[in-house]
């Protein structure tokens, strides 16, 4: 299973959204992706942007000053 991290700390919106969203597009079935931003726009703008993929699971946990949002495909 195919498991990345990607470190957005620092980056503002759009860019954390735009490069979630080209990993995510790339993910094949069964990877995760594990992305660290620091930006709170990116926790409403990804969920959004991501809904129309029922094949995608997202999951945003709070870590010490940032969130990870890891994404996984079916």
Known sequence: ??????DLL???CPYPVVNLIREVL??????????RVDDPLALRSVPEELEEYDDLH???L?????????????
């Open 62 to 74: 709070p870590r010490d000053g940032h969130w990870e949002i890891e994404v996984s495909r079916d």
């Open 10 to 12: 620092g980056k503002v």
């Open 26 to 35: 790339e993910m094949k079935s069964g990877g995760t992706a594990r992305f």
């Open 1 to 6: 299973m195919e498991e990345k991290r990607i």
């Open 58 to 60: 997202i999951e945003i």
